[in-house]
């Protein structure tokens, strides 16, 4: 689906999550509601840097950009939007958003360490062979949330933790490790 129809089904789920699994649950929708609001806030905010910016800008063959997601993912409340602000004047860059949940199931080519982690960007050139594989968070927000696990946090401080990270990084980590990637 395009990033217009992600933001249309967004929308559809929090109109009626009892339509759509597993968004009757409490629990998810009130996550879901955040990452809507968190969503928007950089999709309002967030500019990419001038590095970022001349990158983007100087690819001139066809790559597809296809993003692994749901809208319950607190990960991708932050990179999806940011991913779509890189990308999004470039004609030379289809940008895709395929559901984690819905067939065809293509996280299963891309599992984390045996697990369905999201985000998950995939970075395919013109014949369709994968260039860049990326996500589910940037590395030393994985680090962080790799460690705190280890020690035993609970989820929410956990969450909390991670939410942080994201507003004091701005997009900032998520460039750089593309930016590496790509050149």
């Known amino acids: ?23 009757g649950d409490e629990e998810y929708l009130n996550y879901t509601k955040l990452n809507w609001s ?24 066809p790559q597809h950009w296809i993003v692994i997601t749901e809208p319950w993912c607190g990960d991708a409340a932050h ?22 949940d819905k067939e065809p199931l ?11 982690s999201i985000p998950k960007l995939i970075i395919r050139n013109d014949v369709g062979h994968d260039k860049v594989i990326w996500g589910p968070r940037p590395q030393p ?12 946090k609970p989820f929410a ?4 933790a991670m939410q942080k990270w994201y507003n004091e990084d701005k997009g900032e980590e998520l460039q750089k490790e593309l930016l590496t990637q790509l050149s």
Do not use: C, H
């Not at 990179?79 to 984690?100: G, H, T």
């Not at 293509?106 to 369905?116: A, F």
């Open 1 to 23: 689906m395009t990033f217009q129809e992600y933001l249309d089904y967004f929308e559809q789920i929090l109109a009626s999550p009892e339509d759509y699994d597993p968004y």
């Open 38 to 61: 968190r969503m928007n806030r950089w999709l309002k905010r967030f500019e990419p840097n001038d590095i970022t910016k001349t990158l983007i800008a100087s690819m001139t063959e």
């Open 79 to 100: 990179s999806l939007a940011q991913l779509y602000q890189m990308v999004k004047n470039n004609p030379n860059i289809d940008f895709e958003i395929q559901l984690r």
């Open 106 to 116: 293509l996280i299963e080519d891309y599992l984390t360490n045996g697990s369905k």
């Open 141 to 152: 927000l994985q680090d962080l949330y790799t460690q705190m696990k280890k020690e035993g």
């Open 157 to 160: 401080e956990i969450n909390e």
